[in-house]
């Protein structure tokens, strides 16, 4: 009764978004209509809140009448990934695609502010549409609500590489980011009929945008360190074509994070903001397409059926038909920018888009070209890490290098030599980092260029910040208390952006890895320790089996323990990895256990010492911190506004 229960409310919810698109863009001027499309949004929402609900219900009672659970949960698997098991596959993450696009829908129709009731309505109408189109591929192809018969006892399980707390939640963090670009894609649609994007428009964008940009910073940085502990591969990034698909959008997203500012404070890049957000959402639904049809082979892919890959193309081949088509009718007709000169605010914003755009150009290049060549013929083609790391590091790296010159200059006109006088000590410090580090690396000059700009990005952002807190008069710890969250948040993205640059480059130039044989009793120098394996036997987890080796590290500090797993589950015929990670000032010491020698005591070692690699994610939170930081500083100043 339940799954009937969920799949009447998923319907409802459709009929609901489809009445809302209708009543929002056809009666935009009617302020009882537009109320009403309003109305229908928060009905809609609910309906799509309650058929989740009853599909973790599902989950969790371990239904196995009902498809989706008996292929993705077990009698015994814990309660937690039981609960994630609802989004952990292809059906149910499709709905909580569906459940978080009306939810922002409902949200923006509850918080109005001053836009104009045209803007508004048509808004929530687009947003209508958009999950709409979601709940018909959800409801038509990917039914989470299925029955099954006859229903297993047991059920096949989650896939055990997703059952992890990080995994659990990293999908929603995802769609929050992915599905939130659909809300400044109807803002765009809306501006585009309305025939005016206008600073009262870009400051409705603005959150939004922070918000998508904020979560899916979140979300890769989570998924990125998933894989580091979890895989047993040592890295963090494989520039792997699922993991391209939600780094193009953040890309954009931190494009038009910047350039509505651009359009909130000046009125300029309104064609250019509208543009972003329409590409901005095409690319979300291109990652969806990518994870979906089965073109891509995985440890990220959700499905494998080609008509739902067909399906998504047809969406995003609507969404963006429907947004370029209107760009090209009406993009001449929008507000008239005001000029600003080549040295300023504004135009550093501008190449900071520029960069940011071109980046996810070519990631996009590199991800979609083996497809192309595939389906015409071509055969098969890998463009991997070499291909990406001589094109996109480059372009991030010219950014990087502009990136502290932008706050330091005013708006329309700025002062160039003033605003590099200011930055005169960052400079000063970013090039004796360079010199220190091609003597240590001897004179390797990439990995040395890397650090450089790090401490450039670190320098200059706290060099903005001091230079904030030197205005005026009074106390210091006053002027801290006191300076603007915005100024926080610019400041603390860009040291993030900082951080997370110094960690990439010192753990992909510097990284050390050794495979070894080990039996119990022996050990092997390693990154200037001694590692010792001690034991090796097996345990029981509650829904696994596992083999566990115990080693002793031998450092300078003095002696510690670590434990490796090779994880054995009765619904997957391969084991997984749990590694086991020895962090340090200077990086993590990283122990993954293989196979054992045949007819020998010996186990295969695989060792890595990974310098800096916390920098990484320490950097995505410091990012992500900046992003909620603003959205904070935004809803303080709607606040006072009204």
């Known amino acids: 009764m339940i799954a009937e229960i969920g799949a009447f409310a998923a319907a409802l919810a459709l009929a609901l978004s489809l009445a809302q698109g209708a009543l929002g863009i056809m009666f935009a001027n009617s302020t009882a209509r537009a109320g009403a499309a309003a109305a229908l949004s928060q009905a809609a929402a609910f309906a799509c809140a309650l058929a989740f609900g009853c599909l973790i219900t599902l989950f969790v009672q371990s239904d196995f009448t009902v498809a989706v659970v008996a292929a993705n949960s077990h009698v015994d698997k814990p309660l937690i990934y039981k609960i994630a098991g609802a989004w952990g596959n292809h059906e149910g993450s499709m709905l909580l695609w569906c459940l978080v696009s009306a939810l922002f829908g409902a949200i923006f129709s509850s918080l109005r502010g001053k836009q104009s009731l045209g803007l508004w309505s048509r808004t929530i109408g687009v947003q209508g549409l958009v999950t709409a189109g979601a709940l018909i591929y959800t409801l038509f192809l990917s039914n989470p609500f299925a029955r099954l018969d006859p229903a297993p006892m047991v059920g096949n399980g989650l896939n055990p590489l997703l059952q992890d707390p990080a995994l659990a939640a990293h999908p929603p963090l995802l769609y929050l980011g992915y599905v939130g670009m659909s809300v400044p894609f109807s803002l765009a649609l809306a501006a585009l009929i309305e025939g005016r994007a206008d600073q009262a428009w870009a400051r409705a964008l603005r959150p939004w945008t922070l918000i998508a940009w904020t979560c899916l910073t979140l979300g890769i940085g989570l998924g990125s360190y998933w894989a580091y502990y979890e895989l047993g591969w040592g890295g963090w990034w ?57 073109v891509l082979t995985s440890v990220h892919a959700f499905a494998v059926d080609p008509r739902r890959g067909i399906a998504v193309l047809i969406l995003l081949a609507v969404s963006l038909g429907t947004g370029f088509g209107l760009y090209a009718w009406r993009a001449p007709k929008l507000a008239q920018p005001s000029g600003f000169s080549a040295v300023s605010r504004e135009s550093m914003l501008v190449w900071n888009n520029f960069g940011l755009a071109v980046a996810a150009g070519v990631v996009l290049t590199g991800t979609i070209y083996p497809l192309l060549v595939e389906a015409f013929g071509g055969g098969l083609i890998s463009v991997g890490p070499p291909f990406f790391n001589a094109t996109v590091v480059p372009l991030l790296a010219m950014l990087f290098l502009l990136l502290p010159l932008g706050p330091m200059l005013t708006w329309r006109v700025g002062d160039m030599r003033a605003a590099l006088g200011k930055l005169a000590p960052a400079a000063i410090l970013a090039v004796l980092t360079l010199i220190a580090a091609l003597v240590l690396s001897k004179w390797r000059a990439m990995p040395a260029i890397g650090l450089m700009l790090g401490v450039w990005l670190i320098a200059g952002g ?4 001091w230079v904030r807190l030197r205005r005026g008069e009074g106390k210091l710890s006053a002027k801290v208390a006191l300076l603007p969250l915005a100024v926080w948040s610019m400041s603390l993205a860009h040291i993030g952006a900082g951080v997370l640059t110094i960690g990439a480059v010192a753990e992909t130039a510097f990284r050390s890895e050794r495979a070894v044989l080990l039996a119990p009793g022996e050990g092997v120098a390693f990154a200037g320790r001694r590692v010792t394996l001690l034991e090796v036997g097996g345990i029981e987890g509650p829904n696994y089996s596992a083999t566990r080796a115990n080693f002793r590290i031998d450092q300078t500090s003095g002696a510690a323990s670590l434990h490796a797993e090779r994880r054995y589950f009765p619904t997957s015929p391969m084991p997984t990895t749990e590694v086991g990670i020895l962090s340090a000032l200077d990086g993590d010491l990283y122990i993954a256990l293989g196979e054992q020698i045949r007819g020998s005591e010996q186990w295969t070692v695989r060792l890595y010492h990974n310098p800096l690699v916390h920098f990484i994610f320490a950097g995505i939170l410091l990012m992500a911190f900046g992003g909620g930081l603003s959205l904070v500083a935004l809803a303080r100043k709607r606040m006072v506004s009204t």
């Open 238 to 294: 494989f520039w792997d074509p699922v993991e391209n698909a939600s780094f193009m959008p953040w890309l954009v997203a931190a494009a038009l994070v910047h350039s509505a500012i651009v359009t909130e404070r000046r009125g300029s890049l309104a064609s250019w903001t509208i543009l972003l957000a329409i590409m901005g959402f095409g690319l979300a639904l291109l990652g969806t397409f990518l994870v979906r049809s089965g």
């Open 462 to 465: 706290l060099v903005y910040l």
